[in-house]
């Protein structure tokens, strides 16, 4: 995901971004559990500027150092019927990122409901 700046950046994640990323974490059973207790203390601080609901994320106590690392990687779909993939990102041992990207190039598309996501996998290394 490239980051940039978002409109309203920073802020407080959506009620939409809390459940998805809520749900990528279950998924990543107890090595996501080290994760859940940052949702409330992170915050959105850019996002891709193509159109899609990537988000790039920052604890409180600012960012982390270090290389991106993809949690959990998902397929779903959006409100739209189009298919997308999503990744949670970490980075320094911080949520660092949600990307959603659409697999047929569509760029307008909304955040995907978490009872969409499929074919939900494990990734990388611990951070």
Known sequence: MQRGQRAGAPRALSEDELELIEALLGAAGARG?????????????????????SIDLELESGPR???PNAL???DAESPEGVPVG??????GGALSGLEVHPWNGTDVIRLPRPDTLTNLRKQGRET
């Not at 559990?33 to 609901?53: D, E, K, S, T």
């Open 65 to 67: 150092e270090g290389a």
């Open 72 to 74: 959990v990687v998902a």
């Open 33 to 53: 559990g080290r994760y859940l207790g940052q949702v409330a203390r992170v915050r959105v601080v850019g996002g891709c500027g193509c159109g899609c609901p």
């Open 86 to 91: 999503v990744i949670l990102w970490a980075r």
